[in-house]
């Protein structure tokens, strides 16, 4: 079945104590992203990835990183977590030139940051 | 900053009642346009696209969008709704010269029955 997943799917942390969360999708697409959704905010583009090794920011990068060793799997890291970073995350993934193509969702994090 | 807005934040409808649900754009040229769903608890789902052609979009569950581009719209339309309509919707719109997908701040419907 195609599909992206996420691990995990819920995560209560404290401040400060680095936390990865794992994504991977089974469809072969190129361009990969995270997002973060809040009420009143909508969803909001963390990071994004054209294809392997290739990474940008997006329009709230800050306190992330991202790495793409693979084709498959687009870890988003957070160093050093804090409260402001509490929020609910999805991953993405489409093929070729990205945006302009479906986005296929991942089922989403809910994180907590105390 | 090119943008994509939606007027309507929560919408309350009771069964069978005709939805529309706002959706503008900010840039004028060559678009692209989504409507995505989001069930409560789950993960966005493309609802409709369009890339060219009829400006008249239907997608799944008798939803459809029509693209006007004097007025930089997309608005999302049903005849009669469904309880099981009840969920979040959102527009987006790739951005016109980076590879970001932006979406709208959301619409959430709830249908009572």
């Known amino acids: 079945e195609a599909q992206v997943t996420q691990n995990p799917r819920y995560l209560i942390t404290v401040t400060g104590k680095k936390l990865t969360v794992t994504c991977s999708q089974n469809m072969n697409h190129e361009y990969m992203s995270w997002y973060r959704q809040d009420p009143g905010l909508g969803l909001r583009q963390i990071y994004y990835?054209?294809?392997?090794?290739?990474?940008d920011k997006g329009d709230v990068p800050e306190g992330y990183k991202v790495s793409r060793k693979e084709k498959r799997n687009f870890p988003l890291i957070l160093e050093s977590p804090s409260p402001n970073q509490t929020s609910l995350y999805f991953c993405a993934s489409s093929s070729g030139t990205g945006v302009r193509l479906e986005q296929f969702f991942g089922p989403g994090t809910r994180l907590t940051v105390l | 900053a090119q943008s994509v807005s939606q007027h309507n934040h929560h919408v309350i409808l009771s069964e069978a009642a005709s939805l529309e649900l706002g959706c503008n754009y900010s840039y004028g040229g060559t678009v692209n346009l989504f409507w995505y769903v989001q069930y409560p608890g789950q993960h966005l789902q493309l609802l409709l696209k369009y890339f060219s052609g009829d400006p008249l979009v239907k997608g799944i569950k008798g939803f459809e969008a029509e693209f006007i581009k004097s007025k930089f719209s997309f608005n999302l339309r049903k005849p009669s709704v469904q309880w099981s309509d009840t969920a979040e919707y959102f527009c987006?719109?790739?951005?016109?010269?980076?590879?970001?997908?932006?979406f709208g701040t959301g619409t959430r419907l709830q249908v009572f029955p």
């Open positions: 990835s054209m294809n392997v090794e290739v990474t």
């Open positions: 987006a719109v790739p951005s016109y010269n980076t590879d970001k997908l932006i």
